[in-house]
């Protein structure tokens, strides 16, 4: 049942990443064809809550989905299971949302 919660929340998290990582790469070709600085992107971040949600809900989309697939690697590579695969998935999980939250947080707060 776990692994049918985590196929769905896979998938979930991987509709949320299209259309965010769409965006990511468009403001990227903008800010770059643009010529923006780093000093004017972070003008334009800084202090906005829809920078933050936009970016926050990205990290927080890529941490799931990378965590439940590296998950699965390890499973059918290795043949690990149980607590041991458990704890290497929420392990993915933390550190990279929490290194994502910490690069939103640095380009979104003041």
Known sequence: ????RLYILQRLSALIMM???????????????????TAEILGRTQGSLWWLLFYGLFVLAVSVHAAIGLRVILHETLGISGLSLSAFMWSVFLVLFFLGARAVMAVTLL
């Open 1 to 4: 049942m776990l692994d049918i």
């Open 19 to 37: 259309p965010l990582t769409l965006g990511h790469i468009g403001l990227m070709i903008y800010a770059v064809q643009g010529g923006l600085t």
